[in-house]
């Protein structure tokens, strides 16, 4: 046998069995087919097997190929018409997921306007629910919205929304009003519910403490709430409102400030933040805390006021005219936006829109002195002598009282004046002669000396009537005729 040369093997036998498919190549590097291995890796050979020169072999194999290749088809397709419908269950599951905790969150920082906003979009998707209509009842109630409050509680009571739940959260209500009859029973029953939560209970609770003017029982209920949950931002904002009662712009300060600094997101701190920083004539910095509060909430107009006041004191009367004037348009204007639009048109001796402004003011606060000096001012720069000696003589009569302002404010500050009723006189003077605001302040002061003293409860129903808070001049109402044994 020459070196080097390929024995042929003969077919069937082991050998070509053990090696069916394989190229051989001997010492020579040649293979079987008489090329090099590179030559042969060069032109591409390609190898075969006993099953390729097998037709009815090779035919089953395709067939056999092509029914796995369509088992393979058939079984991806039904894999995916499991998987997509699973997907986008999955997909839809997780946003109503990721919107009802953002929803829970906004409410837990009392930022409702943006919780009803993302239930509305829940509601589109989903369609109306007990839990929806539950949450956006929870909304209202924060917002003091008691029509829309029963409303949606009905809707969720009809949608199967728990019973229980629902009381509770009316019960919520009323404590807040105080038109609970035994404020500690109900906040009692509030703590005992099975699914009682403290952040709902606790404001409720507070506020109708506060107009009940029990600030010892509030400072104690405080005292509680912090042990139980010391990362509440409600303390500190209670203990800024207290100290803003007090006329303490410090403290104030420095507690609502603490508050917005670790809970940024809690909507209420940034208008009572606003009026600290009013309270120490921080004006700037109450445009920036009311900015905030209104992105929350629009159009509340009690903000929307302090905005007026805060720009109004910078000198800035064309940021005035521009903001007030649509509200005068839509009849939202409050009295204060009303007054310092006036003041803001008087600096550009337009007088007849002061006029126009204060005409229905100076008929709902006929003894405010500011008022009738304004338009005094302006009766007389149209020409109008009369109506500006009507003015004057009011504005002349109501100056004597507030003569008396500066020795009364000297007196209470030292504690010299310690009775109701000197507490109330100071605040009947300035609530109509010269300022709300502070007469408010100081017929509070004679209602937390005497809650009893009802000539300053009188005087809170003809305010709150003024500004159209019918629900805050019916609390006061109700005293006086629980007092007076009226039904």
């Known amino acids: 046998?020459?070196?080097?040369?390929?024995?042929?093997?003969?077919?069937?036998?082991?050998?070509?069995?053990?090696?069916?498919?394989?190229?051989?190549?001997?010492?020579?590097?040649?293979?079987?087919?008489?090329?090099?291995?590179?030559?042969?890796?060069?032109?591409?050979?390609?190898?075969?097997?006993?099953?390729?020169?097998?037709?009815?072999?090779?035919?089953?194999?395709?067939?056999?190929?092509?029914?796995?290749?369509?088992?393979?088809?058939?079984?991806?397709?039904?894999?995916?018409?499991?998987?997509?419908?699973?997907?986008?269950?999955?997909?839809?599951?997780?946003?109503?997921?990721?919107?009802?905790?953002?929803?829970?969150?906004?409410?837990?920082?009392?930022?409702?306007?943006?919780?009803?906003?993302?239930?509305?979009?829940?509601?589109?998707?989903?369609?109306?629910?007990?839990?929806?209509?539950?949450?956006?009842?929870?909304?209202?109630?924060?917002?003091?919205?008691?029509?829309?409050?029963?409303?949606?509680?009905?809707?969720?009571?009809?949608?199967?929304?728990?019973?229980?739940?629902?009381?509770?959260?009316?019960?919520?209500?009323?404590?807040?009003?105080?038109?609970?009859?035994?404020?500690?029973?109900?906040?009692?029953?509030?703590?005992?519910?099975?699914?009682?939560?403290?952040?709902?209970?606790?404001?409720?609770?507070?506020?109708?403490?506060?107009?009940?003017?029990?600030?010892?029982?509030?400072?104690?209920?405080?005292?509680?709430?912090?042990?139980?949950?010391?990362?509440?931002?409600?303390?500190?904002?209670?203990?800024?409102?207290?100290?803003?009662?007090?006329?303490?712009?410090?403290?104030?300060?420095?507690?609502?400030?603490?508050?917005?600094?670790?809970?940024?997101?809690?909507?209420?701190?940034?208008?009572?933040?606003?009026?600290?920083?009013?309270?120490?004539?921080?004006?700037e910095r109450a445009v920036i805390a009311l900015k905030r509060f209104l992105k929350s909430n629009p159009d509340d107009l009690d903000a929307q006021s302090a905005m007026v006041t805060a720009l109004f004191n910078q000198d800035l009367g064309d940021e005035v005219i521009a903001f007030v004037e649509p509200l005068i348009e839509s009849g939202k204007a409050t009295i204060e936006m009303k007054t310092n639009l006036a003041r803001a048109y008087a600096a550009k001796e337009q007088y007849k829109k002061v006029v126009d402004v204060l005409s229905g003011v100076a008929a709902l606060w006929p003894e405010d002195v500011r008022i009738a000096n304004q338009l005094s001012q302006a009766h007389q720069a149209l020409g109008g002598d009369a109506e500006a000696d009507r003015f004057a003589k009011i504005a002349d009569a109501g100056q004597a009282d507030l003569q008396s302002v500066d020795g009364r404010l000297a007196r209470l500050m030292s504690g010299t004046d310690k009775q109701a009723q000197q507490h109330y006189e100071l605040g009947h003077i300035l609530l109509h002669k010269q300022s709300r605001d502070d007469g408010v302040h100081w017929l509070n002061s004679a209602l937390s000396i005497d809650e009893s003293f009802l000539p300053a409860h009188e005087d809170m129903v003809v305010y709150f009537t003024r500004i159209n808070r019918p629900d805050l001049a019916a609390r006061h109402q109700r005293y006086i005729n629980l007092r007076r044994g009226v039904q």
């Open 1 to 283: 046998m020459a070196h080097g040369s390929i024995q042929p093997v003969p077919e069937g036998s082991i050998a070509a069995q053990g090696f069916a498919g394989q190229s051989f190549q001997g010492t020579n590097g040649m293979n079987a087919t008489g090329m090099s291995a590179a030559g042969a890796v060069g032109k591409g050979v390609v190898q075969l097997t006993l099953d390729d020169l097998d037709p009815k072999q090779n035919s089953l194999t395709a067939r056999l190929a092509n029914r796995a290749s369509g088992w393979s088809s058939l079984r991806l397709a039904i894999l995916l018409a499991i998987l997509i419908p699973l997907a986008v269950f999955g997909y839809f599951q997780n946003r109503q997921t990721t919107s009802m905790n953002r929803i829970q969150k906004a409410l837990s920082m009392w930022d409702d306007r943006n919780a009803i906003s993302e239930l509305k979009q829940v509601e589109q998707r989903s369609g109306l629910s007990a839990q929806t209509a539950f949450l956006r009842a929870r909304a209202y109630r924060h917002l003091g919205d008691d029509i829309a409050f029963a409303q949606f509680s009905a809707i969720a009571k009809q949608l199967g929304y728990s019973e229980e739940k629902l009381k509770a959260e009316r019960m919520l209500r009323e404590t807040h009003l105080g038109v609970v009859p035994d404020i500690d029973r109900a906040t009692a029953e509030l703590m005992a519910l099975p699914d009682g939560e403290l952040e709902e209970i606790g404001p409720s609770v507070i506020y109708g403490l506060l107009g009940k003017l029990q600030f010892e029982t509030v400072e104690m209920f405080l005292q509680f709430w912090i042990k139980q949950d010391p990362k509440t931002p409600w303390v500190d904002f209670f203990r800024g409102m207290l100290a803003l009662s007090g006329r303490d712009a410090k403290a104030a300060t420095e507690l609502l400030e603490n508050c917005a600094k670790n809970h940024p997101g809690f909507v209420p701190v940034y208008r009572q933040l606003a009026s600290a920083y009013l309270l120490s004539r921080d004006n």
